[in-house]
């Protein structure tokens, strides 16, 4: 069972547009969710997050909105640019630190 | 200040060889998680530690097997390695201090077994 989806493999976006990164989830005891970008060969770096206790977090170009009725989340980037072109995941933290992965988007953003 | 490190950054091993992979947390982060992701697999997690003591376990072999020093280092041994074990392993530290926990990376290990 795979507790976060992340149902879009890969995406594309004109530069300056933007860009919308969507996850969905089956397991609602959860404290933050996460998204990190990776590109290839580096692991990982953080972006951002959202606390289960919220709707909405953002940070620059980059916003998160959690829908818990819908047990969806998005990451909104604008506006997109070609060094955002990457793989996205989703990542949720339960209790006790426990951190699972979605499976990836790869945005890519076209000049 | 300096990220989390991990050694050696690529390494080749034969089948039924073993393997050690060596992470260095952040300063002052308490917990340590390895993640292994295979060709075109999102990071699985493997195992992770908190005051070096053994916090949660994932899809770890027994094969597999890891501990944390008392300087916080970790390290990640592999025996009887088989193909599948070729992989990206990441290793990530986090303070439970901080609001959202949030994970840092290193750049990862590559193993490539022939």
């Known amino acids: 069972d795979q507790q976060v989806k992340q149902n879009s493999p890969s995406l594309s976006v004109q530069e300056g547009r933007i860009s919308i990164l969507n996850c969905d989830y089956t397991?609602?005891?959860?404290?933050?969710f996460l998204w990190y970008k990776k590109y290839p060969a580096e692991g990982p770096t953080f972006l951002i997050s959202?606390?289960?206790?919220?709707d909405k977090n953002e940070d620059g170009r980059f916003t998160v909105f959690l829908n818990k009725s819908a047990k969806h989340l998005s990451l909104h980037i604008v506006p997109s640019q070609p060094g955002d072109s990457a793989v996205y995941f989703c990542v949720r933290r339960g209790y006790g630190q426990n951190f699972v992965f979605g499976p990836g988007t790869r945005l890519s953003v076209l000049p | 200040a300096a990220g989390v490190i991990q050694s050696p950054r690529h390494l080749i091993k034969e089948k039924r060889e073993t393997a050690t992979l060596k992470c260095y947390p952040i300063s002052r982060h308490d917990t340590v998680y390895w993640y292994q992701q295979g060709p075109g697999q999102d990071p699985q997690f493997l195992i992770s530690?908190?005051?070096?003591?053994?916090?949660d376990k994932g899809s770890i072999p027994d094969r597999f097997s890891a501990q944390q020093f008392s300087d916080y280092h970790s390290e990640l041994n592999m025996s009887s390695l088989e193909l599948g074990d070729s992989a990206l392993y990441f290793c990530?530290?986090?303070?439970?201090?901080?609001?959202?926990?949030?994970?840092?990376f290193g750049e990862g290990s590559r193993l490539t077994v022939l």
């Open positions: 530690f908190y005051e070096k003591m053994q916090s």
């Open positions: 959202i606390s289960s206790i919220k």
């Open positions: 397991n609602s005891m959860f404290d933050y």
């Open positions: 990530a530290s986090s303070s439970r201090d901080r609001g959202s926990g949030e994970l840092f």
